[in-house]
């Protein structure tokens, strides 16, 4: 079965720029995965951030970006902010109408 | 806006059933296909199951399969999640979603919370 990974945990000073990843333990993504990016604080619903491998959704400022880097989707953020501390998860559209999300990583800022 | 308002959530015994609703407004609710996620206390979100916009196709994660059904009621704008033979670890916050048009979640709902136990 194929799991979806995600670093488990990630820093970041204020300012700095950080990539998170979304990979497969077999397997390489591409954009047909259509991966897609989610925010998530502690006791609130998931925030959409990217959709669609590099797509930003409706007011997520600009230093949030999607890409494909290798054979992983990333989520880059550029001049990361006290408020971005947060849990970040991926999803993956596997085909025949199935999402698979990865684990999460969890960002801390400082 | 957007609003999806999920109930239904409570404490249950093992084995028993439940049935969620999410009300849906603010968009075309028969034009869109729609998620149940959840996440169990402490950790990351799973994909539960997802329902095309006219409910004639419906897809299980594994674990959940024979066990859930997803099914919507378009005069209701209304989702539905039952959940049959509940076990303690289904227990979790439940989450209603709308499907964008990119294989994508678009909207979330605030969740309601299930807790299975004796």
């Known amino acids: 079965q194929t799991v979806v990974t995600q670093e488990p945990s990630f820093s970041v000073s204020p300012g700095g720029t950080v990539t998170l990843t979304c990979g497969l333990t077999?397997?390489?993504?591409?954009?047909?995965?259509?991966p897609s990016w989610y925010q998530q604080t502690p006791g609130q619903a998931p925030r959409t951030l990217i959709y669609?491998?590099?797509t930003r959704s409706s007011g997520v400022p600009d230093r949030f970006s999607g890409s494909i880097l290798g054979n992983k989707a990333a989520l880059t953020i550029t001049g990361a902010q006290a408020d971005d501390e947060s849990d970040y998860y991926c999803?993956?559209?596997?085909?025949?109408?199935?999402?698979?999300f990865g684990g999460g990583t969890k960002l801390t800022v400082l | 806006q957007v609003q999806l308002v999920e109930s239904g959530g409570g404490v249950v015994q093992p084995g028993r059933s439940l049935r969620l609703s999410c009300a849906a407004s603010?968009?075309?609710?028969?034009?869109?296909?729609m998620h149940w996620v959840r996440q169990a206390p402490g950790k990351g979100l799973e994909w539960v199951a997802v329902?095309?916009?006219?409910?004639?196709?419906?897809y299980y994660a594994d674990s959940m399969k024979g066990r859930f059904t997803i099914s919507r009621d378009k005069s209701k704008n209304t989702l539905y999640l039952q959940m049959n033979s509940l076990r303690a670890e289904d227990t979790a916050v439940y989450y209603c979603?709308?499907?964008?048009?990119?294989?994508?979640?678009?909207?979330w709902g605030q969740g309601t919370l299930v807790t299975v136990s004796s």
């Open positions: 979603a709308k499907e964008g048009y990119n294989y994508d979640i678009d909207y």
């Open positions: 603010g968009f075309t609710f028969s034009s869109y296909a």
């Open positions: 329902i095309s916009y006219d409910g004639n196709k419906k």
């Open positions: 077999s397997g390489s993504i591409s954009t047909g995965y259509y």
């Open positions: 669609n491998t590099n």
């Open positions: 999803v993956l559209y596997m085909g025949s109408g199935i999402w698979v």
